[in-house]
């Protein structure tokens, strides 16, 4: 039977894959010997597609520059946050921890922090097999090179009225 | 010999079926006699989840309800919290990008639903060059926010990124692209002689029944029933616009309620889809895009914030409600009830597969576009025995009489949380 997609499917013999091969080229028998051979550096990388411009990857945290306030903690949709209280039992001092197992990445710990201690990078090599292994807990990135500029806030476009009377649904 | 008809159960999980649930057919020969529907099999409790959530964590959680209508489901739940929370002031701004996520999220599932019918039909070729064509939606989609899925893009009073101008060329040549391929994804589909033989007159819902069993969606729109509530209620961005439900006689086809009616209305809506972003792309006011730009300020107007609120979308799939109540003083959502589309629309499939043959059972159940994720909301189970079972009327009456009588005990007493 004649079908419209005759024409469709014989153009797409001539195409170039769309797919993008990563990290290597043909697909590998054994990728852990590939990933010990690249990283002896005999074979190389294929590059993975670029991330877009807002692209939420693996948090990275300054440790440093966290109050210990609990705003984080307080709008993760996943719990994936953990207080780590200060070594001396104090009320000050406290820091976080990131669990990326359980991280959905969201960007609102991020967006609430008042620091700006938490940024989320463009990394996105995060499989393993360990949900606790060293590179999904993140307890610190050291300092950021260079602090976000302090936003300044545009103007609301009406500022929240506090006397307002809740609308009671439809 | 006496006739006899015997019973063939498909499910809970099965092959033809994309997500658990389960079927009862009563079959004669080959025609399908009865038909008895028994979901429940995918009920993760995500309600109850939320009511122990702030309404900034039940956003993300409500994006994952489903995996396809993701934001929807985040756009009837802001809008519900909003209009509980008394946050009427959103930026036009927002409300067109909202509007705009939302068409582009119709395009991909219309695409992938389009893609999953021809697989179900066997024609994996169309399958794969339909999916080939939604990767460019998808594209955007992650340009715009970041992600593939679960875009994390709204919030309550606004969205949390603009679509930039710079941004805008981008889009536009999508909507150009897929203006060029939309031809050949009609004539693919609508053209092929084997796609016809396999959908005209299969799985029909006609018009009466598709109200009796008040369906939403494309599902009914095939019927000829004129239900969309981007149409009947508009909400966002679409107030601005003048737009008609996609019915399958705009392509000269009647509306017969069968398969390919369906189709027609699916292709349609993508064409009308992007005629959306194009005019939001047009006409988007400048402006900010959130109500606060301080999340803590937003979570505190939650926190004091009481009522109860509706929200309703028009999903790929249909109508889609949430009903959210907040507390004062309460930090977290004090209730939260979820109406998926495909609810309405599995009571259709009684009326569809009856008559049917056992071959054409995956791609009439898959002509309303099932998502089971979305639509199993409560498991009745015996807290003694541990017994799945069915509600009857006689089991809701009994309990409604239970209540009363626990309400008059109560009498005087504050009533509590009303459970």
């Given at each position: ?5 005759w ?79 200060p070594?001396?039992g ?29 940024r989320?990078?463009?990394?996105f090599?995060m ?42 649904g439809? | ?35 008895d ?43 519900a ?177 069968d ?34 730009m ?9 926190k ?8 309703m ?15 004062p ?20 499939w ?10 054409d059972?995956?791609?009439?159940a898959?002509?309303?576009?099932p998502?089971?994720g ?46």
């Open positions: 039977m004649a079908s419209p997609m024409f469709e499917i014989f153009r797409q013999l001539f195409d170039r894959p769309f797919t993008n091969p990563f990290p290597v080229k043909y697909a590998p028998k054994n990728m852990h010997a590939v990933a010990k051979a690249i990283e002896e550096g005999k074979v190389r990388i294929n590059p993975p597609v670029p991330v877009p411009d807002n692209f939420r990857g693996k948090i990275e945290y300054d440790r440093e520059a966290c109050i210990g306030c609990r705003m984080c903690i307080k709008v993760c949709p996943a719990n994936a946050i953990e207080f780590v209280p070594p001396d104090g009320p000050k001092g406290g820091k976080v921890k990131f669990y990326m197992s359980r991280c959905t990445f969201c960007e609102l710990c991020t967006e609430i922090c008042p620091k700006h201690c938490i989320m990078s463009t990394e090599l499989a393993d097999t360990n949900k606790y292994s060293d590179n999904l807990v993140i307890t610190d990135s050291g300092r950021f090179a260079e602090q976000p500029p302090p936003q300044a806030p545009p103007k609301p476009a009406s500022p929240p009225d506090a006397g307002q009377q809740p609308a009671s439809e | 010999m006496s006739k006899c008809s015997y019973t063939l159960p498909i499910g809970p999980v099965h092959p033809a079926l994309k997500e658990p649930t389960m079927f009862k057919f009563v079959m004669d020969g080959e025609i399908v006699k009865e038909v529907v028994q979901p429940g099999v995918n009920h993760r409790g995500i309600e109850f989840i939320g009511m122990r959530r702030n309404p900034l964590q039940v956003l993300h959680l409500a994006e994952r309800i489903c995996g396809i209508c993701s934001i929807v489901h985040q756009y009837a739940f802001t809008m919290s909003e209009k509980a929370a008394g946050i009427n002031d959103i930026p036009e701004r927002a409300q067109y990008i909202r509007t705009i996520m939302a068409e582009l999220e119709r395009i991909h599932s219309h695409v992938l639903w389009a893609g999953v019918a021809a697989h179900e039909l066997g024609f994996d070729t169309l399958l794969h060059w339909t999916w080939k064509l939604r990767e460019d939606v998808q594209d955007v989609l992650e340009y715009i926010s970041g992600n593939r899925v679960n875009y994390a893009m709204y919030y309550q009073g606004g969205v949390r990124r603009d679509i930039s101008p710079e941004k805008i060329p981008r889009i536009k040549e999508m909507i150009s692209a897929y203006r060029r391929e939309f031809q050949k994804l009609a004539d693919a589909f609508l053209e092929d002689p084997l796609f016809k033989h396999r959908t005209v007159n299969v799985g029909v819902l006609t018009k009466k029944d598709a109200l009796e069993t008040s369906a939403v969606g494309p599902t009914t729109r095939g019927s000829g029933v004129p239900k969309d509530v981007r149409v009947d209620q508009p909400y966002g961005g679409y107030a601005d616009l003048d737009l008609k439900p996609c019915l399958p006689e705009q392509m000269g086809y009647p509306n017969t309620g398969t390919y009616a369906k189709t027609v209305v699916r292709i349609l809506e993508v064409g009308q889809s992007l005629d959306i972003i194009e005019f939001c792309l047009d006409n988007m006011p400048p402006g900010p895009i959130r109500w606060e301080n999340v803590n300020k937003v979570l505190m107007h939650m004091k914030a009481g009522g109860e609120a509706i929200g979308t028009e999903a790929p799939r249909g109508e889609m409600i949430h009903y959210v109540r907040l507390d003083g309460d930090e977290n959502v004090s209730a939260w009830k979820v109406r998926a589309s495909t609810y309405n629309n599995i009571i259709a009684q009326k569809m597969l009856v008559g049917a043959q056992i071959a059972v995956a791609i009439v898959a002509s309303i576009d998502c089971i979305c639509m199993d909301r409560v498991t009745v189970v015996d807290g003694e025995t541990g017994k799945e079972g069915v509600m009857t009327k006689e089991d809701f009456y009994r309990l409604s009489v239970r209540k009363t009588r626990r309400l008059r005990r109560m009498k005087g007493k504050p009533s509590g949380g009303g459970w």
